[in-house]
């Protein structure tokens, strides 16, 4: 299927260093792209998000890069702090019209005090 | 922000019976709810789209008839697991959105325990 998960790569950082998850979508022709944080037992939380018309958006802490030509996504978080800890996921929006997510396989990051 | 709620949290029940998860979206109007189901260490995936006082539309290699979806007011999903078994065990998560492209919100998932 579109969502293949089979294990979760994990991202070690020290508090207070930053942290860069990466991320390969799928479709080109994907125009929406949006990285979700997951806390354990919780449903994922929207971050940021960007379209396909620019390469860099910046939020609180938290930077996205788009590099189409590549099918990169980027979720850059300054600082990380220990409440950082979670499952990232970028997702796309599928082209149908449909607006389903098509979600990547996600990224554990764990932060050490 | 948005905010979506999904009931109840946890379900610990016997093999054959019937479960019925719900979704609210609580200040805003979702004209279209997602179900989808995670796995331990695995991705979202998509079982359903369900549009307000229409039929949802089902993923590939999702039963209709074992996960019956209805929709019927833009503020409340619902998803029931017919006979439940133990290989229906997971955490079952809803998401909402309003008109449009926008970002889609999702509640706090349900923990289905099928014994």
């Known amino acids: 299927g579109e969502n293949v998960g089979l294990h979760l790569p994990t991202l070690s950082v020290q508090e207070g260093d930053n942290s860069i998850i990466n991320c390969a979508y799928s479709?080109?022709?994907?125009?929406?792209f949006i990285w979700y944080k997951q806390e354990s037992g919780k449903g994922p939380q929207f971050i940021i998000d960007?379209?396909?018309?620019?390469d860099k958006r910046q939020g609180q802490r938290v930077t996205v890069l788009l590099n189409k030509t590549v099918k990169h996504l980027s979720l850059q978080i300054a600082a990380t702090q220990p409440g950082d800890s979670a499952v990232y996921f970028c997702?796309?929006?599928?082209?149908?019209?449909?607006?389903?997510?098509?979600f990547g396989s996600g990224t554990r990051l764990l932060v050490r005090p | 922000g948005a905010v979506v709620s999904q009931h109840p949290s946890r379900v610990i029940c016997k093999s054959g019976t019937s479960v019925k998860i719900e979704c609210r979206s609580l200040?805003?109007?979702?004209?279209?709810m997602f179900w989808y189901r995670q796995f331990p260490k695995q991705s979202l995936m998509l079982m359903a789209t369900?549009?307000?006082?229409?039929?949802?539309?089902?993923e590939q290699g999702v039963e209709k008839d074992k996960f019956l979806i209805n929709h019927a007011s833009l503020t409340l999903s619902t998803l029931t697991v017919t006979s439940a078994h133990p290989e229906d065990s997971s955490f079952y998560i809803c998401?909402?959105?309003?008109?449009?492209?926008?970002?889609?919100?999702f509640g706090d998932g349900t923990r289905l325990s099928i014994l």
């Open positions: 998401s909402a959105t309003g008109q449009g492209n926008q970002p889609q919100h």
């Open positions: 479709n080109s022709a994907s125009d929406y």
């Open positions: 960007i379209r396909s018309n620019m």
């Open positions: 997702a796309e929006i599928g082209m149908d019209s449909s607006y389903k997510l098509i």
């Open positions: 200040d805003f109007q979702a004209t279209t």
């Open positions: 369900s549009n307000e006082g229409s039929k949802a539309t089902y």
